[in-house]
């Protein structure tokens, strides 16, 4: 190996180093501090570790996996109610919002929520006036908001959500037509497909 190559190898070892101190960093302050953006997340705790090279900075599967680690380290007991706990309210939000196909997403559905996470539903519906009347008629308040998601053809789109609150947890419902019940939009997290699940996997998730 020449002088050059060694250096790069260790150049090449410090940054991995590097990415590694940044994505737990930013997995402490999502966990700790309620930051639910993983850009503004790693971008915190690059500031804090004094890191300026961009290409330091972790993907957010490494954030995520760096997340799941910290909660099984030292969440314990704690993480898993607060997780069973955000997992009853999705189910209740999915039986209140049946009708519309419901499907859990998010770091509710994954694992990696915190106390300071909200419900993801995605919804399917031939309008989205149809999901307003529904809660309506129900008695329940929401907000209304757009959501911008990036599409498996790489394209980005925005679709409509509903917003309402159970407790102290809020859930957000997203819009779909039914036509996308079979196209899941792209992960933020894995860069893949988002991964969806019906309100019957989510009781199997729960009895476990």
């Not at 929520?113 to 008629?137: K, N, R």
């Not at 929401?142 to 917003?163: I, K, Q, W």
């Amino acid at each position: 190996m020449t002088g050059g190559q060694a250096m790069n190898r260790r150049m090449a070892g410090r940054l991995a180093q590097l990415r590694v101190r940044v994505a737990e960093e930013a997995a402490r302050i999502m966990r700790e501090q309620g930051v639910r953006d993983f850009l503004l997340a790693k971008r915190k705790a690059a500031e804090r570790l004094g890191v300026e090279d961009r290409t330091a900075l972790p993907a957010n599967h490494e954030i995520s996996a760096a997340l799941s680690a910290q909660q099984r380290l030292f969440g314990g007991d704690e993480h898993r109610e607060n997780l069973r706990s955000l997992r009853e309210i999705a189910l209740r939000a999915m039986r209140l919002l049946e009708p519309f196909q419901p499907r859990l997403v998010g770091a509710v559905l994954d694992g990696t929520a915190t106390p300071h996470s909200d419900v993801h539903l995605h919804l399917f519906a031939d309008t989205p006036e149809d999901v307003a009347f529904h809660l309506l008629e129900r008695g329940v308040r929401y907000r209304t908001a757009d959501r911008r998601l990036r599409l498996s053809t790489g394209l980005h789109a925005s679709y409509p959500s509903f917003a309402f609150d159970a407790g102290a947890t809020a859930v957000e419902a997203t819009v779909f037509p039914l036509t996308a019940l079979r196209q899941a939009p792209s992960c933020p997290v894995t860069g893949g497909l988002m991964r969806r699940a019906r309100q019957d996997e989510l009781e199997t998730l729960l009895a476990e």
